[in-house]
């Protein structure tokens, strides 16, 4: 089972040099250099959900033809047995050009999750770290350094992916909810409250534990 979204779209943007001050002392006020054109870029993604793994593909455009080509990359990269995806229902996802394609791809699988329910994809989640891997806080001069970086971030994420819960091994989840944690689910706060009370020496009822000595 994969998970599929689209991302985007990502654009180049180039900022000007730092303008310096005015020699009366004032700063100069300078207009960001924001370039949105044909150069913007979508990063497709899909998560294997067994074991973490992500693979994503950056494309020109949001459509069949680019869906299919990344449809591609899926079924490669998973050669044995059936596989569903789970993604939303947009057009490029279900037009007749990618239904044509899925009758001589007859593995692959389409789920489509309700109208409104995104959260329910855990792509979402992985989405979230990679904006801040490979996103944040950076200038693309264009398409091709935003494809690096979705590369290059892809690749770090992958190599700290785990299968199960995404726990570390020095915490391992509490029997009562492993089975329901998702990969992306930090803990709750209840059970953060938990772990501190038990680290305090205290009882439920927040009163101190008692040790008789003879």
Same mark, same amino acid.
């Given at each position: 089972?994969?998970?599929?979204?689209? !991302?985007?779209?990502? &654009?180049?943007?180039?900022?000007?040099?730092?303008?310096?001050?005015?020699?009366?002392?004032?700063?100069?006020?300078?207009?960001?250099?924001?370039?949105? %054109?044909?150069?913007?870029?979508?990063?497709?993604?899909? !998560?294997?959900?067994?074991?973490?793994? =992500?693979?994503?593909? *950056? *494309?020109?455009?949001?459509?069949?033809?680019?869906? =299919? =080509?990344?449809?591609?990359?899926?079924?490669? #990269?998973?050669?044995?047995?059936?596989?569903?995806? &789970?993604?939303?229902? !947009? @057009?490029?996802?279900?037009?007749? $050009?990618?239904? /044509?394609?899925?009758?001589?791809?007859?593995?692959?699988?389409?789920?489509? &999750?309700?109208?409104? #329910?995104?959260?329910?994809?855990?792509?979402? %989640?992985?989405?979230?770290?990679?904006?801040?891997?490979? !996103? *944040?806080?950076?200038?693309?001069?264009?398409?091709?350094?935003?494809?690096?970086?979705?590369?290059?971030?892809?690749? =770090?994420?992958? /190599?700290?992916?785990?299968?199960?819960? +995404?726990? $570390?091994?020095?915490?391992?989840?509490?029997?009562?909810? *492993?089975?329901?944690?998702?990969?992306?689910?930090?803990? $709750?706060? $209840?059970?953060?409250?938990?772990?501190?009370?038990?680290?305090? +020496?205290?009882? @439920?009822?927040?009163?101190?534990?008692?040790?008789?000595?003879?």
């Amino acid at each position: 089972m994969v998970c599929a979204d689209e !991302l985007g779209p990502v &654009i180049p943007r180039t900022f000007p040099p730092a303008p310096g001050w005015s020699p009366d002392g004032h700063r100069i006020k300078n207009e960001l250099d924001y370039s949105r %054109g044909p150069e913007k870029t979508w990063v497709y993604g899909a !998560l294997r959900v067994r074991d973490g793994q =992500q693979i994503t593909m *950056a *494309a020109s455009s949001r459509n069949s033809a680019f869906y =299919q =080509q990344f449809l591609q990359l899926v079924e490669d #990269a998973n050669p044995v047995g059936d596989i569903y995806v &789970i993604t939303d229902n !947009l @057009s490029s996802h279900n037009s007749v $050009s990618t239904r /044509t394609w899925l009758e001589e791809h007859p593995r692959i699988r389409h789920v489509f &999750i309700p109208v409104g #329910a995104c959260w329910l994809n855990l792509q979402e %989640g992985w989405w979230r770290i990679f904006r801040k891997t490979a !996103l *944040a806080g950076r200038s693309f001069g264009d398409r091709d350094h935003i494809t690096h970086a979705t590369r290059v971030a892809t690749d =770090q994420l992958n /190599t700290r992916a785990r299968p199960g819960s +995404g726990a $570390s091994p020095h915490h391992p989840p509490e029997p009562s909810d *492993a089975a329901t944690r998702t990969p992306f689910e930090e803990f $709750s706060t $209840s059970v953060l409250r938990q772990r501190s009370v038990g680290r305090s +020496g205290r009882g @439920s009822r927040g009163s101190p534990r008692l040790s008789w000595s003879r």
